[in-house]
């Protein structure tokens, strides 16, 4: 397993932007499936992206597609993910995650066996 530990969240007005990172440790992270997660306050965790292991292959839920990125840097062992256009109801915990497979025609079925400790989002309105 890797050990994931994600930065760059917080407090953003309607429209702007925020980089999260997700900084992994261990020798085989470019062998992993990396994606994003993100709970609200009362809602359940919901899936936000993911990055197939080369950085060749992108996923987005409908909610964030056009909006977010999702990028990977494998020689520094990280995964960014650029939020722009924010909306408040983008406010959420958002919690990395690493994967060894992702069904490829529903994505967010994907079952990480690593999860970061999450960073929270708020965007204000």
């Known amino acids: 397993q890797v050990q994931l530990v994600e930065s760059g969240g917080g407090l953003v007005q309607a429209g702007g932007s925020l980089r999260l990172s997700c900084a992994a440790s261990?020798?085989?992270?470019?062998?992993?499936?990396m994606g994003w997660f993100r709970q609200a306050p009362g809602k359940e965790r919901e899936f936000v992206a993911a990055?197939?292991?080369?950085?060749?292959?992108?996923y987005y839920a409908d909610s964030v597609k056009g909006r977010f990125t999702l990028s990977r840097d494998n020689a520094k062992n990280t995964v960014y993910l650029q939020m722009n256009s924010l909306k408040p109801e983008d406010t959420a915990v958002y919690y990395c995650?690493?994967?060894?497979?992702?069904?490829?025609?529903?994505?967010?079925?994907?079952?990480?066996?690593?999860w970061g400790q999450g960073t929270q989002v708020t965007v204000s309105s």
């Open positions: 995650a690493a994967a060894r497979w992702i069904p490829a025609i529903k994505p967010s079925a994907m079952t990480p066996e690593s």
């Open positions: 261990g020798r085989t992270f470019s062998t992993y499936i």
């Open positions: 990055i197939g292991s080369s950085g060749g292959t992108t």
